[in-house]
């Protein structure tokens, strides 16, 4: 393993093999992480939806230009920068387990998932403040599930969630 992909977490040496264990031992509540994994990213797309055609069929053309672009602009970001520093996922690095059915290898920071969650919150407070905060909620929730099923490490979740919100603050302001 070249020191490029050589992670020190604590959270992962100590902390995950007793969540993972906790999780094994609870059918009920791995079954709940599990669909919340799967489900939340979904919910997040569903009201992206939402705010895409609200802007249309309310003629704000210009933050629907916007709705569009941005979001559109940090996948792309953020995909290029995970293909560029390729970190090893922590069931990569440490002799753990994931708790969701994953393989992938590499691409894990930063988190994808919590920065595009974040900048959809973002481009929902444009909308509706109650929108962007329960999009906020969620987006928190994405990345709490992402660090409890063991597929991201805790600095991949703060670095999506930092990006996200730099490309909301500078490009929804």
Same mark, same amino acid.
């Given at each position: 393993? %070249?020191?490029?992909?050589?992670?020190?977490?604590?959270? $992962?040496? %100590? !902390?995950?093999?007793?969540?993972?264990?906790w999780f094994q031992k609870h059918t009920a509540a791995r079954k709940i992480l599990k669909a919340a994994y799967k489900g939340l990213p979904v919910l997040v797309a569903a009201f992206y939806a939402c705010i895409i055609l609200?802007?249309?069929?309310?003629?704000?053309?210009?933050?629907?230009?916007?709705?569009?672009? !941005?979001?559109? @602009?940090l996948f792309l970001t953020v995909t290029l920068l995970r293909k560029r520093f390729d970190f090893d996922r922590? $069931?990569?690095? $440490?002799? +753990?387990? %994931?708790?969701v059915e994953k393989d992938k290898r590499g691409e894990s920071?930063?988190?994808?998932?919590? @920065?595009?969650?974040?900048v959809i919150a973002?481009? *929902?407070?444009? +909308?509706? !403040?109650?929108?962007? !905060?329960?999009? #906020?909620?969620? @987006?928190f929730l994405i990345s709490v599930t992402r660090l409890l099923a063991g597929v991201h490490?805790?600095?991949?979740?703060? @670095?999506?969630? *930092?990006?996200?919100?730099? #490309?909301g603050f500078l490009f929804f302001l």
């Open positions: 393993m %070249s020191m490029k992909h050589l992670q020190k977490s604590r959270y $992962y040496e %100590s !902390i995950y093999p007793k969540v993972f264990a609200h802007c249309f069929f309310f003629e704000r053309r210009t933050l629907l230009f916007k709705e569009l672009l !941005i979001p559109a @602009a922590p $069931y990569c690095v $440490y002799p +753990v387990k %994931s708790l920071f930063p988190s994808r998932h919590s @920065a595009s969650a974040v973002s481009a *929902g407070c444009f +909308v509706s !403040i109650h929108t962007g !905060i329960i999009l #906020f909620v969620l @987006a490490f805790p600095k991949d979740l703060l @670095a999506g969630w *930092g990006i996200g919100l730099a #490309f």
